[in-house]
């Protein structure tokens, strides 16, 4: 590769993961919020869990509705669009006085964010050359890990003493980003030679399930659901489950931030690995992992035992996010790429609503921790299971 080519995929990179990065700030402050709104507004676990669900309904809607159009209108509108959307609608949340108010900004920020991070993934993923596509798109993931630490330093150092509004209304800077974004960054360049405004929608939407895509459609789909239903039903509760183990407040926050560097390093070697034994053996591997850390924090009774576990969590986790995004493009060709990537994502985002929802009902129960996180588990392991048996290796193929 050129210096010059070079030169424009750091920057391509760097344009896509600053807005990636400015996504995870968002999702990773709400779960802080939502441990110091229960104190605030005095709410229920019930209630709680629905900040988190809200959030995803918006993102599922997003993923599905932005995926399609990003086909039909192009790669860079969409990503400019979905990054308005979240911006805004997550700074007028910080001065909602109501849950219900509360709760409807953020199914907008939802819709932005669910939107965003395909159609990213997708524009990153066309414009780079097949023997490293995958380590640059888990390369993009890995920013997400960086939002997530300021999100954490955030909440450790301004929620305590400034409050969860301040905190929110700092989301909000990424509109101005995006101004920016209007300027610098070039469209996709498989989209803009294979454009065709002939291909209707609803097209594109069923050959995502034609017996040509339809295996990887279904493995796509199971994985999605599997991934992101566990990783909202534990991430978005992290902070609390901390507070229900006996932990202050404050004390939570700086475990939760303790266990949230663990995320780069899961990133880093996923980007280092999967482009040396492929996507399948990346995702198995990592999700695995993630299985196996989720069952030890869910038992786990010391603070060692938690920190650390906690801290595996976090580097297998977000290492197999980083291999999902990186695969899920790979499946479908230019026409129909978006599309693939969106409804998968959207599939997924269901798995986000009812993970949340479900540790709120089970903790409302009296069900213990473990027994929520072995659930988890579970899911985790169906997921592994449908990669493995419907999965395609896609490593250094060149894209349609």
């Known amino acids: 590769m050129s210096k010059k080519s070079s030169l424009s995929k750091n920057k391509l990179l760097g344009i896509a993961g600053l807005a990636w990065m400015f996504d995870a700030m968002d999702v990773g402050i709400l779960s802080f919020v939502i441990a110091a709104l229960s104190a605030d507004w005095g709410l229920t676990p019930g209630q709680m869990g629905w900040i988190g669900s809200v959030n995803s309904i918006g993102m599922a809607v997003g993923a599905l509705v932005f995926g399609v159009f990003a086909d039909k209108v192009g790669r860079k509108k969409i990503f400019m669009m979905t990054l308005l959307l979240f911006s805004i609608a997550g700074g007028l949340s910080a001065l909602t006085t109501t849950l219900a108010a509360f709760l409807i900004l953020r199914f907008f920020v939802g819709m932005g964010l669910g939107g965003e991070l395909p159609v990213a993934s997708t524009l990153v993923s066309e414009s780079v050359e097949a023997k490293e596509r995958g380590r640059v798109v888990v390369l993009l993931e890995s920013f997400w890990a960086a939002g997530w630490l300021v999100s954490a330093l955030i909440a450790y150092f301004i929620i305590p003493s400034y409050g969860w509004r301040i905190a929110l209304l700092i989301t909000a800077l990424p509109a101005f980003y995006a101004i920016y974004l209007r300027i610098k960054l ?113 038992s786990a009774e010391t603070t060692a035992a938690l920190i650390v576990s906690g801290m595996f969590l976090s580097f297998f986790n977000l290492g197999a996010w980083g291999a999902l995004y990186a695969y899920s493009p790979e499946q479908y060709p230019t026409v129909i790429r978006a599309t693939g990537s969106g409804m998968a994502a959207s599939i997924g985002r269901v798995g986000g609503i009812l993970g949340p929802l479900l540790v709120g009902s089970l903790v409302t129960s009296g069900y213990e921790i473990s027994w929520i996180f072995g659930i988890f588990c579970i899911a985790i392991v169906i997921g592994v299971l449908s990669v493995i048996f419907l999965g395609t290796e896609t490593k250094q193929v060149e894209l349609d």
């Open 186 to 298: 070039p469209d996709s360049p498989r989209f803009t030679e294979k454009k065709t405004d002939s291909r209707t929608i609803m097209q594109n939407m069923k050959e995502v399930w034609s017996k040509k895509y339809a295996k990887r459609t279904l493995m796509l789909w199971v994985v999605w659901f599997t991934v992101v239903f566990s990783y909202y039903g534990m991430f978005l509760w992290l902070p609390s489950v901390m507070v229900m183990k006996g932990f202050t407040l404050i004390k939570s926050f700086e475990y939760v931030l303790i266990m949230t560097l663990a995320q780069l390093p899961g990133y880093f070697s996923a980007a280092w690995l999967i482009e040396k034994m492929g996507r399948k053996f990346v995702l198995v591997t990592y999700l695995l992992g993630t299985a196996a850390s989720a069952f030890v924090f869910g």
